[in-house]
């Protein structure tokens, strides 16, 4: 009821409220009859203004609205309203009499706010318009039908651990559909439904912020906060909605490390060597990432230097290892303190203590068994060359640790010592030469001796001996190299011929001295002058030396100047020779010296070698022919087809009758005819000529002689069980000379006459072949 009497006063506060608009009637009926309009201005009678409907409303239906009315309107009847526009006619309907307009649904502000119409006033008879039509405009009164929305909702938002009261920790927003514009259906406020005490909105922004201070993520990590907005002002009877807000307490480095126990206690074998670990040590620190990184140190001097620790690779945990060799005979166990801090340190927490803590470590060695240990890492001996055997070298000691009293025993590992130069004693290490020693043949001999206890084979250890070959002088000096030379006959006096060199294997010593050995007589005076170096000098006689045919062999002598000096004799060849005026020779005496021409050592070997070749080739090619003939003789063994004969040679001639019968190839026109005789079968090749049918007279056809020998073959029973290749080559068929063949010809002498020439000396079958060729040409007229 109270809904009516609402519209009721809006309509009637629309009208109170309308302006009003006057157009004289002159001026319309001018536009009527199509004349101009006029300036005048006068009341109009049409009266009206924007109108207004409630949305959602679920009254009575059709709801009125407003009303329309004109002044030319006298109630008689005449007049009609019709309505135009959005709406019209579906959702809002006119009374064409009295003008009253009607809402036909409930509507929706939300879907559409406003609606454009367009009122007119005709004659109800004619239809012609009394006044000109006018728009005018329905709005849609909003109601608080729409609830607050969160469009962003649910929230995720984070927050450092320990922050102030009032720390921002995120804004929300809802919307609302109704009118902001009219009365409070969307004026929201924001208030926390859950969460409290520990975060707090602002009513009217929607920001969200911390309530207590010191709120300790290790405590508690997550929060749900659930955030109410609800329109009307917050007033009751308005609508609300609301979203959840999660809350993530970020880390901070407000936590010192913390060992969970003051001593920790380790043990390691003795054995372990430097790097090995010992254990692990981990101080706890609720932290997370990088708040939580530690850095491990010993803080003792002692326990620093025996072990060290290090930071795994994922900053937590304290990794204690050996650095040095550990030794239980010398010390049995270590005290020492270590010392986590955290790496990262904020200033802003450093009020919540030190952010570091110590606990005490002890490592117990254990004993092992060990190999006995050598006194020195390496031993350095020296011994003379051409010792005696047996001459003391050295001595090697080690000793068992464990159980110093313990006998050890010695041995030189065969592999380095394959000549076995020389010996240790097993009991006492003692090493000795076993043969003599030659420096110039080695020098240096590594030796490996190994050290085993006596009750434990598998406990050895190894140690390297050096031992060095003394130098003794030993070995005269001798040339460097062979020395052949020449001097020109031509030499002057004094004349340098060769520089000779001395070497001395002996480091004693070594600064040999050369010099002449004995005097050659009167015509060979040459002189040897030392140069200090190891060198000498060969010079020219400065007596005239007559030419001779032999070279001159100067014999040097050698000494050095070890203790004893030992010296050695060597011969120079100085051959004399002519020279040419530039200084190269020409000949050299004597003749004979001189190569006679041949062929060298290598173009022998060469000729060897191709002879040596060539006989291999042939030894190869006569084995290939034989094999091969050996391979020919096992098939004609096996070969069951027996007619087939192999033939190395061409042309067998008339006495070649083993192979097939030769009478076919006889000239027909000389072949005699057969003898009669009774046809008889035989399984062997027949050596008698088989019957054959005559020949018919007449010239010789080929043709025909084929086909008659063919089926003579095929009728004749004599004829052997097996195939048999007969080849039939008549030639000269068409030749006015016949055929040059002797096999058909007779013994009979005939035939055209001619002149005595050499062919017809060979009888009568060429007797056309001397009247083609040999015939004289007639005597001219």
Request: with cysteine; aromatic share 6%.
């Amino acid at each position: 009821m109270w809904v009516f009497v609402w519209l009721l006063l809006a309509w009637l506060g629309s009208w109170g409220c309308a302006g009003r608009l006057v157009a004289p009637a002159q001026a319309w009926a001018g536009i009527r009859e199509g004349q101009g309009p006029t300036l005048l201005r006068a009341r109009r009678s049409w009266v009206w203004n924007q109108f207004f409907v409630i949305e959602e409303y679920a009254g009575p239906e059709p709801v009125l609205i407003g009303r329309l009315h004109s002044d030319v309107d006298r109630g008689e009847g005449r007049t009609k309203y019709l309505l135009t526009g959005e709406g019209a006619g579906t959702v809002f309907v006119i009374d064409e009499a009295t003008g009253n307009i009607h809402v036909t649904k409930s509507l929706d502000r939300e879907e559409k706010a406003q609606y454009v119409l367009l009122a007119q006033a005709v004659d109800r008879a004619s239809n012609r318009p009394l006044e000109p039509p006018s728009e005018f405009i329905i709005k849609v009164q909003d109601i608080n039908d729409n609830p607050p929305v969160f469009p962003l909702g649910p929230y995720h938002a984070t927050v450092p651990e320990m922050s102030n009261v009032g720390t921002s920790v995120i804004q929300v927003t809802a919307q609302d559909a109704d009118d902001p514009s009219y009365g409070n259906s969307a004026k929201l406020v924001y208030t926390v439904l859950d969460g409290l005490p520990f975060f707090s909105v602002d009513p009217q922004t929607g920001v969200v912020r911390t309530a207590i201070p010191n709120m300790d993520r290790e405590t508690q990590e997550v929060f749900l906060v659930v955030i109410q907005a609800k329109d009307m002002g917050g007033h009751m009877g308005g609508l609300s909605g609301s979203t959840t807000v999660t809350v993530t307490l970020s880390d901070v480095n407000d936590n010192p490390p913390k060992f969970p126990q003051s001593l920790y206690q380790f043990s390691v074998v003795e054995t372990a060597g430097p790097g090995a670990l010992v254990g692990r040590l981990r101080a706890q620190d609720p932290d997370l990432g990088d708040n939580a990184l530690m850095a491990y140190s010993i803080l003792d001097g002692e326990g620093a230097e025996t072990f060290s620790i290090s930071t795994d690779a994922q900053g937590r945990d304290g990794l204690l290892t050996i650095r040095k060799p550990l030794d239980f005979e010398s010390r049995r166990s270590y005290a020492f303190r270590v010392e986590a801090t955290n790496t990262l340190i904020d200033p802003a927490y450093l009020r919540r203590g030190p952010f570091k803590d110590v606990a005490s470590v002890r490592v117990v060695v254990q004993d092992a068994p060990e190999p006995p240990v050598f006194t020195h890492s390496t031993y350095h001996l020296a011994v003379p060359e051409n010792s005696a055997p047996g001459t003391l070298v050295g001595r090697v000691s080690a000793m068992d640790l464990d159980s110093p009293a313990s006998p050890i025993r010695y041995s030189i590992l065969p592999h380095s010592d394959p000549e076995r130069c020389f010996s240790i004693e097993p009991e006492d290490g003692t090493i000795r030469t076993s043969v003599p020693l030659d420096r110039e043949a080695r020098t240096w001999h590594n030796l490996t001796v190994l050290a085993t206890e006596l009750d434990s084979s598998a406990q050895a250890s190894r140690v390297q001996v050096t031992i060095q070959t003394l130098d003794e002088n030993d070995n005269a000096p001798q040339l460097a190299e062979p020395y052949d030379t020449f001097v020109c006959d031509t030499a002057a006096p004094g004349q340098l011929i060769q520089v000779v060199r001395a070497l001395d294997r002996d480091e004693v010593g070594n600064s040999s001295y050369v010099s002449l050995s004995s005097p050659l007589g009167p015509d060979a005076n040459f002189t040897v002058r030392d140069n200090r170096d190891g060198s000498a000098s060969l010079l020219w006689p400065h007596r005239l030396v007559l030419p001779r045919r032999e070279p001159y062999l100067v014999p040097i002598e050698l000494r050095d100047w070890g203790q004893p000096a030992l010296s050695s004799t060597a011969t120079v060849t100085v051959s004399i020779c002519r020279c040419k005026p530039d200084g190269s020779v020409a000949s050299c005496r004597p003749e004979a010296q001189l190569s006679p021409a041949g062929l060298s050592t290598g173009a022998l070997l060469a000729i060897l070698a191709c002879v040596g070749t060539l006989l291999a080739l042939v030894v190869l090619f006569v084995a290939l022919r034989r094999q091969k003939q050996e391979a020919l003789m096992v098939l004609e063994e096996e070969d069951v087809r027996e007619n087939i004969i192999t033939y190395d040679d061409e042309g067998g001639g008339e006495e070649d009758t083993e192979a097939f019968d030769i009478t076919a190839l006889q000239n027909p026109d000389g072949a005699a005819p057969p003898a009669s005789a009774p046809p008889a079968r035989r399984d062997v090749l027949p050596r008698a000529q088989p019957p054959r049918q005559p020949r018919p007279p007449g010239p010789a056809d080929v043709v025909q002689l084929l086909a008659l020998r063919l089926r003579e073959a095929d009728e004749d029973p004599g004829v052997p069980p097996y195939d048999s290749v007969q080849v039939y080559g008549y030639e000269g068929r068409g030749s006015s000379c016949g055929s040059l063949s002797s096999l058909g010809s007779g013994s009979e002498a005939g035939g055209p006459s001619g002149p005595p020439e050499p062919l017809d000396d060979w009888g009568p079958l060429f007797h056309t072949l001397a009247e083609l060729y040999g015939a004289k040409e007639p005597p001219a007229p």
